[in-house]
C-alpha cells in the first residue's frame, strides 16, 4: 500500500480513475530495474545515501509520483540496521552530561569545546572519540545501514505498484459492492473468512443463478459514512483478486463530494498473497458421483447455494441431498480446519438461521486443537480421510426428521 | 426484554418484542437483524429505557466502579472548584477552558476522584501521556496503563493519544465510563472525533486552553464530549499564576552567498507563479502553486525553488552564532531551544553536544531527557515540535523560538511551557527573526494574540 500523499488518480465528476502503469512498459521497466539495482548497490551504506542516489535518478521530472512509490514499496523491502560500537542512546548519554558539567564550571565558551568534550565521554565509555562522535545519532532512520534488501523483479514491482495503487485508493472508501457470479465454494468461502478476519460486515443478496453481490462495510456505516474501514477493505483486496471474475464499486469520500471506484477481473491485477484455504482433494469432488451410484431414494448435488446467517457468517453446503419420493433437502457441510469454539458456534448460527436440516463432517486429520467433543450433537459426525457414502446415507432421514 | 451489547463503536439492541419501545438514536440494522446505536448515545439509551421502564440488560457496560481515593491532600484553587462543580451541574459531560499553566490536568484528576469509574484520558502527544500517566500514579498511588510509543496496557486508569485512541475505540468503548480529553480542540475532525463517537462513557470531560479552532469546528465538541461549562481567560489568572515573563525579538541578516541565494530562489518561485497567473497572497493561491508545480519539470524547479528560500530563512547560520551568545548569555539558566524543523534539531544537538528531542526520540529516551532537564542535569533541550504543547516543564525559564510557523496556537502553548507558575521567576522569550523574509511577516502574526499583549 502507498501512502496518499503518493496516489495517482484521475478524478471526473462521478468517477476515479486510477493510474495504473502499463506492466509491460520497456521504459518503466528499465526505471523499475534502475531503482531495483540502486538497493542492491546501497547494501551496507546509509540509508540517506540511498534516499540521495534515488533523488540523482529521478530528477526533476513530473512523474515523481510514480516513481516514489515505486521505491516506497522497495522501502518496504529493506531492512536497516544501527551501527555503533555502543548503542547511541549511551554515547548521547555520557556526552550530555559530560557538555552539562563542563559548560556549568567553565561558562559558556569551555562548554562549546567539542574536542574536549568528545574525548572526555570517550575516556569515560572507553572507546575512541571519533566512534563516539559517528556513533552519537547513528539510530537515526536517515542514519541507518541497510543490511538487507529482498529484491523484487521489475515485472513484479509494477504488478505490485498497480494492486498498491487499488489498495490505496481503497483507503478512502466508506463501502464496497461486489459482484460475484460464480465462483466454488471454497473461493466463496475463502472471501468470507477473510471479511470476518478484517472485521468487515456484510450485506449478501442474490442467487447462484443471478450471481450473489455483496455489500462491505462495518458497524458504524449504518449511520454516517466512515472511512474508518478503508484500512481493512484494502487489506482484503489481494483476498478478492484471487477471484476468476468479480466487479468491484466503492463509494469513496473526496474532496468536493463522493466519487465511485471501479475495479473488476478485467483490470488483470496480480494479487501479491498466496492463495489459501481453498483446496479441495479430488476424491472429495468424486463423493456426489459414488453416493449416486450407490444410494437409492436420495439425489446428491455439489455446491449448490449460499445462505447468510445473520450478517455473521455465511454457509454454502458442499452437497445437497434431495429425497426423490418428497423432493425434501438436507445439507452437507464439511469442517476443514476446525476448533471446538469454533464449532460450537458454528452449531449455534446454523440452529438460528439455516434453512433446513444440515449434517456436519469433522475432518479427523485436520483438527487444530486438542479439545475433543465429550458428545457429538446430532448431525454431526467424523470422518478421517473422506465421508463415508454409506455413513452419510444412514444419517439424512433423521436428519429429515429433526427438520 | 432487550439485550445491549458493545459491538465494535456501537450498540446492538436484539431481543425486541415491541417496536413502540424503541430508544432514540436507534436504527434498524438488517444485516444483523438486530437495532443499532452509535455508542456515544449509550447514555441516553439507557436514561429512556429506565424512565419508561422497559426491561433491559445491559451488556455493553464493562467499567467497573472504582473507589479512586488521591494519596495525598492538595487544594484545589477556586477555579480548578468551580470548574469542576460547573461539570458537575451539567451532569458530567462537558468542556473546561483554562489558561495552560493553571492546573488544568488538577480538574481531571479531581473528576476521576469524584466519578469513581475506571477511567480514560486521551492526550494529543507521547509527552502528555508519559506525564499524565506519571502524574496519576502519583496522585492515586496505582499502576497507571499507557496505549500509545509502541506500549499496550489497559488498566482501571489508562492514558493514551488521539491517534492511538481512535484505532482501538472498537474494543476498549466500553471499556471505561469516563473518558478525558485532553486539550480537546484537537478532538473534532473525522477520524479522531471516532474515539469519542465509539465510546459509551456516560462522562465525559473536554480539557483546553483555546476552544477556539480555525475551522470553527468547535460546534462538534458540544456533541463529541458536551457543552463549554467554564473558562477563564489568561488575563483574569495572569500575576496570580504565571509568572512573569517578557518576550524579546532579535534579527539577523541573511549574509553573502546566502543572501544572493535567498534572492535568486525566491525571485524564481515567484516569477514562475506570476507567469502561471497565481496570486501567492490570494485565498486559493498556495494550492494552485502547489498543483501548478506538479505539471512541468519547470514547476518542480519553482518547488525546489521555495524549499530552498524557506530553508535559507529559516536557517540562516547567523541564528546560530546568535544562539550560542545567548546560551552563553544564559549559562546559569534552562534553555529551551526551539528550531523549526528536525534536521536544525539535529545540527544544534551534534553542534553544542546538547540533548534534543524529535519524533524519532524514543520514549524512554525521551522521558529521561525530561527528567534530567528538569532536575538540572541538563540545562538545554533542543526540540522542534513534539513537546509543543502542554508539557511542563516548569524549571524552564528562557526559551530561545529559532524560527515558526506562525499558528497562534502553537505560539501560546509553547509560552505556557515557560510560563508555568514558579516564585520569583522570571521567563524569558526570545524570537529570532530574519530580516527582509517571510518570518517577519509570521512574526507579526504570532503577536497579534493576546498573550503577547
Redesign the interface.
Given at each position: 500500500m502507498l501512502t496518499n500523499d503518493l496516489l495517482r488518480i484521475r478524478r471526473g465528476r462521478k468517477f476515479v480513475h486510477a493510474e495504473y502503469v502499463d506492466e509491460a512498459d520497456p521504459d518503466l521497466l528499465e526505471l523499475a530495474k534502475a531503482l531495483i539495482d540502486h538497493h542492491r548497490a546501497a547494501i551496507g551504506r546509509k540509508k540517506s545515501f540511498l534516499d540521495d542516489a534515488i533523488k540523482d535518478l529521478l530528477g526533476?521530472?513530473?512523474d515523481?509520483?510514480l516513481h516514489r512509490g515505486l521505491a516506497r514499496l522497495l522501502e518496504k523491502r529493506c531492512r536497516f540496521e544501527v551501527e555503533s560500537v555502543l548503542p547511541p542512546?549511551d554515547l548521547?548519554?555520557t556526552?550530555?552530561?559530560?557538555?552539562?558539567t563542563r559548560?556549568?564550571v567553565g561558562?559558556?565558551?569551555a562548554?562549546?569545546d567539542?574536542t574536549a568534550?568528545?574525548e572526555e565521554a570517550a575516556g569515560k565509555l572507553e572507546i575512541s572519540p571519533e566512534e563516539v562522535e559517528e556513533g552519537?545519532?547513528a539510530?537515526?532512520?536517515s542514519e541507518q545501514i541497510l543490511r538487507d534488501f529482498r529484491a523484487y523483479s521489475p515485472e513484479k514491482l509494477l504488478q505490485r505498484y498497480n494492486v498498491a495503487l487499488a489498495q490505496t485508493v481503497l483507503l478512502r472508501a466508506h463501502q464496497l459492492k461486489v459482484d460475484l457470479p460464480k465462483e466454488s465454494p471454497a473461493r466463496y468461502r475463502q472471501i468470507f473468512r477473510f471479511l470476518k478476519f478484517y472485521?468487515l460486515?456484510?450485506?449478501l443478496d442474490g442467487s447462484t443463478k443471478s450471481g450473489y453481490r455483496l455489500t462491505i462495510d462495518?458497524?458504524?456505516s449504518?449511520?454516517?459514512y466512515?472511512?474508518?474501514y478503508g484500512l481493512q477493505m484494502a487489506l482484503f483486496l489481494p483476498v478478492l483478486l484471487h477471484a476468476e471474475s468479480f466487479e468491484l464499486e466503492a463509494t469513496l469520500e473526496m474532496r468536493g463530494g463522493k466519487r465511485i471506484f471501479q475495479l473488476s477481473a478485467k483490470d488483470g491485477l496480480k494479487t501479491h498473497v498466496p492463495d489459501t484455504g481453498t483446496y479441495i482433494p479430488e476424491e472429495l469432488q468424486r463423493f456426489g458421483e459414488r453416493f449416486n451410484d450407490k444410494i437409492d431414494g436420495w439425489k446428491c448435488e455439489p455446491q449448490s447455494e449460499i445462505v447468510d446467517l445473520?450478517?455473521?457468517g455465511i454457509f454454502i453446503p458442499d452437497f445437497t441431498f434431495t429425497e426423490e419420493a418428497t423432493g425434501k433437502k438436507v445439507w452437507l457441510e464439511l469442517f476443514g480446519y476446525w476448533k471446538k469454539s469454533g464449532l460450537e458456534e458454528r452449531l449455534a448460527l446454523l440452529k438460528e438461521h439455516a434453512p433446513g436440516p444440515v449434517l456436519l463432517g469433522l475432518s479427523d486429520r485436520l483438527r487444530v486443537d486438542e479439545k475433543k467433543l465429550e458428545e457429538l450433537p446430532a448431525g454431526v459426525f467424523h470422518y478421517r480421510e473422506l465421508p463415508i457414502v454409506k455413513e452419510v446415507a444412514a444419517l439424512l432421514p433423521e436428519a429429515l426428521e429433526r427438520g | 426484554m432487550w439485550q445491549l451489547e458493545f459491538d465494535r463503536g456501537t450498540i446492538r439492541l436484539a431481543g425486541l418484542s415491541d417496536t413502540s419501545s424503541v430508544p432514540p438514536a436507534c436504527r434498524w440494522d438488517d444485516r444483523t437483524q438486530t437495532f443499532r446505536a452509535e455508542a456515544h448515545h449509550y447514555r441516553r439509551i439507557v436514561e429512556d429505557l429506565v424512565r419508561r421502564e422497559v426491561p433491559y440488560q445491559d451488556g455493553v457496560r464493562d467499567w467497573p466502579k472504582v473507589p479512586w481515593r488521591r494519596s495525598f491532600e492538595r487544594d484545589a484553587f477556586d477555579h480548578q472548584r468551580e470548574a469542576l462543580e460547573a461539570w458537575i451541574r451539567s451532569g458530567g459531560r462537558g468542556c473546561v477552558e483554562l489558561p495552560t499553566g493553571s492546573g488544568k490536568s488538577f480538574v481531571g484528576v479531581l473528576a476521576i476522584e469524584k466519578i469513581q469509574r475506571a477511567s480514560l484520558v486521551v492526550v494529543p502527544t507521547l509527552d502528555l501521556m508519559q506525564q499524565w500517566a506519571s502524574d496519576l500514579a502519583l496522585m492515586f498511588g496505582t499502576e497507571v496503563g499507557v496505549i500509545g510509543g509502541g506500549e499496550y496496557e489497559v488498566r482501571d486508569l489508562t492514558v493514551t493519544t488521539y491517534a492511538s485512541a481512535h484505532l482501538h475505540v472498537d474494543r476498549l468503548g466500553n471499556r471505561f465510563g469516563l473518558v478525558i480529553f485532553d486539550e480537546c480542540h484537537h478532538l473534532p475532525g473525522p477520524s479522531y472525533s471516532q474515539a469519542a463517537l465509539g465510546a459509551a462513557a456516560p462522562f465525559r470531560l473536554g480539557l483546553t486552553a483555546t476552544i477556539e479552532r480555525q475551522d470553527g469546528q468547535e460546534a462538534q465538541l458540544e456533541t463529541l464530549i458536551g457543552p463549554l461549562v467554564y473558562r477563564r481567560d489568561i488575563t483574569e489568572l495572569a500575576g496570580l499564576f504565571l509568572s512573569e515573563y517578557e518576550t524579546i525579538r532579535l534579527y539577523v541578516e541573511l549574509e553573502g552567498d546566502d543572501a544572493a541565494a535567498y534572492l535568486r530562489e525566491r525571485s524564481i518561485y515567484r516569477d514562475f507563479a506570476a507567469r502561471e497567473g497565481i496570486s501567492l497572497g490570494g485565498p486559493r493561491g498556495w494550492r494552485e502553486f502547489l498543483a501548478a508545480t506538479n505539471r512541468s519539470e519547470e514547476g518542480r524547479r519553482a518547488f525546489r525553488a521555495y524549499q530552498e528560500q524557506r530553508r535559507l530563512a529559516l536557517a540562516a547560520p547567523a541564528k546560530l552564532e546568535l544562539l550560542e551568545q545567548l546560551l552563553e548569555q544564559h549559562a546559569g539558566d534552562r534553555s529551551l531551544i526551539l528550531p523549526n524543523d528536525n534536521d536544525t534539531v539535529y545540527e544544534i544537538s551534534t553542534r553544542y553536544l546538547g540533548p534534543a528531542g524529535t519524533h524519532q526520540t524514543k520514549l524512554a529516551e525521551r522521558k529521561e531527557i525530561i527528567q534530567r532537564f528538569r532536575e538540572g542535569e541538563y540545562r538545554t533541550l533542543v526540540t522542534a515540535k513534539v513537546l509543543n504543547e502542554g508539557v511542563d516543564i516548569p524549571e524552564a525559564n528562557v526559551a530561545i523560538v529559532l524560527s515558526g510557523s506562525g499558528t497562534v496556537r502553537e505560539h501560546v502553548q509553547r509560552l505556557g511551557r515557560i510560563l508555568r507558575r514558579r516564585a520569583g521567576k522570571m521567563a524569558r522569550l526570545y524570537e529570532i527573526v530574519t530580516r527582509g523574509t517571510g518570518e517577519e511577516y509570521t512574526s507579526e502574526k504570532r503577536r497579534s494574540h493576546r498573550a503577547y499583549q
Open positions: 526533476d521530472g513530473t515523481f509520483l542512546v548521547r548519554r556526552v550530555f552530561e559530560v557538555s552539562t559548560r556549568a561558562g559558556g565558551v562548554g562549546l567539542r568534550v568528545l552519537l545519532y539510530d537515526l532512520d472485521r460486515m456484510h450485506r462495518g458497524p458504524v449504518l449511520f454516517r466512515s472511512q474508518r445473520g450478517g455473521q | -
